[in-house]
């Protein structure tokens, strides 16, 4: 987990367990001139940090010990302040907020496979008093978005090849203040927490890109609500309430209307603000970090999630203080899971009945837990255990294809919520033999 601090500019790294617990990397917190925003690469070897102050977008090597060190050539330097920034799925582009006097511009920039970066395309004037302005992309990689603080609305904008952007329509009003958006992993919708109106504004989001609002929209929320996030599945968002110290829980329906959680809002720490809330890629827990504290210094606090209902509940694990001061924004992620390697072997074939095996199969980050096979008959089956034994109704020949999940739930799938990748599966989960039967 990075924590990034808007105030002294540091970035604080951590081990996190299956369990929740938060581990000091050595040599941690790390000076990195972060300001309001903290991606890093669906690969989870770089983070990238906007500065404030400096100007720019800045690479950082993730060491297999998560330490930081400077990327050499990773740096896309501007006239004004970077506020925001967040990844295509496919990890190949950023794409960058930049502030100005009054009118803000939303900008692109290619990553190239060792980290540097080159700024492509024009950049496109946001609307408006524009000048805080964070971005969120769709997770077809097609639109970018530019929530716009100042003037209470988020407008769209069509990507091209060539890097240029393309504003896709009128600025689309939201609540007022809307200070972090989301993007539900399935693609459907859009959702901004707006600070200053107290509530939530949702958009289903059209084939083309556009926003239309979800019914019932804006809902309601507690004092300053700030950095959500929605889990894999799409069924549930949490976001953190600064001005009331709580966090919110709700259910997505299906046609994107929020409903709060049993329970919700539920208790944050005493003397705190809870800032951002991030998820662990598999969901079942949930890390609330202070913007501000009375201890000054940012703490990390762990809560389980209940599997059933969503609610939450605080962990066993203390408080984390991360050494670092004032963490506004984007500024907290955890690093993907990289999905897992499929490989499939036939041990054994006669007659009708073949054996196969999967006990190849591996994850870097984790284990594998579950395989899902198919036989190319029809005829399907799922198990815990690597090798399997079927029985054809007929001979020929036949593909069989075993599908692996790990420990956290990733597969085939890449889950991306509109700034990082949170599961970075593909087609190497698969894998497939030839059978022939007698």
């Given at each position: 987990?990075?924590?990034?601090s ?7 790294v951590y ?12 040599g941690?917190?790390?000076?990195a ?10 690969d ?10 400096k100007?720019?977008?800045k ?15 990773a ?45 492509i ?28 603080f ?14 240029s ?79 009331s ?53 940012t ?17 066993s694990?203390?408080?984390t ?5 004032f ?16 490989k ?16 190849g ?34 001979a ?28 970075n ?14």
């Amino acid at each position: 987990m990075l924590v990034g601090s808007t105030g002294s500019g540091h970035i604080a790294v951590y081990g996190v367990s299956r369990d929740g617990a938060l581990t000091k990397v050595a040599g941690s917190p790390f000076a990195a001139d972060a300001g309001f925003s903290v991606v890093v690469s669906p690969d989870g070897k770089r983070a990238y940090v906007t500065s404030l102050s400096k100007k720019w977008v800045k690479g950082f090597a993730i060491g297999t010990n998560g330490a930081l060190s400077a990327i050499p050539g990773a740096v896309a330097q501007y006239d004004a302040a970077v506020l925001g920034v967040a990844f295509s799925p496919d990890g190949t582009r950023l794409y960058a907020t930049v502030g100005g006097q009054t009118s803000g511009t939303m900008n692109s920039i290619a990553v190239a496979q060792d980290g540097t970066l080159a700024k492509i395309g024009q950049p496109a004037t946001i609307p408006g008093t524009s000048y805080m302005s964070l971005p969120v992309v769709s997770t077809d990689g097609r639109t970018v978005y530019a929530s716009n603080f100042n003037s209470s609305n988020v407008t769209p904008y069509r990507t091209a090849a060539d890097g240029s952007l393309t504003q896709l329509s009128e600025p689309v009003p939201t609540g007022n203040g809307p200070a972090l958006p989301n993007v539900t992993p399935d693609g459907r919708f859009l959702y901004t927490t707006n600070e200053q109106g107290n509530n939530i504004s949702g958009f289903a989001i059209a084939a083309d890109g556009t926003l239309t609002p979800t019914p019932g929209s804006p809902y309601k929320s507690g004092n300053l609500p700030h950095g959500g996030a929605v889990t894999p599945d799409s069924k549930r968002m949490y976001l953190p309430e600064a001005g009331s110290n709580k966090i919110s829980g709700y259910s997505i329906a299906d046609d994107g209307s929020l409903t709060p959680l049993a329970g919700s809002p539920y208790p944050g720490p005493a003397n705190t603000m809870p800032g951002r809330v991030v998820l662990s890629p598999d969901a079942r827990r949930l890390f609330d970090v202070d913007v501000l504290a009375l201890s000054l210094t940012t703490k990390v606090h762990s809560f389980a999630i209940d599997p059933v209902d969503g609610s939450l509940a605080r962990t066993s694990h203390p408080a984390t203080d991360t050494g670092i001061f004032f963490a506004d924004g984007p500024t907290s992620v955890i690093t993907p899971n990289q999905g897992p390697v499929a490989k499939i072997n036939t041990l054994y074939s006669g007659g009708r009945t073949g054996v196969f095996t999967a006990s190849g199969s591996t994850d870097s980050d984790g284990s594998v837990v579950r395989y899902e096979w198919n036989f190319g008959d029809g005829t399907t089956a799922t198990t815990t255990g690597p090798e399997i034994t079927h029985t054809f109704a007929q001979a020929g020949s036949r593909t069989v294809t075993v599908t692996v999940v790990d420990d956290e739930g990733c597969s085939d799938d890449r889950i991306f919520n509109g700034q990082v990748v949170s599961c970075n599966g593909g087609t190497k989960a698969a894998a497939s033999t030839v059978v022939n039967l007698g």
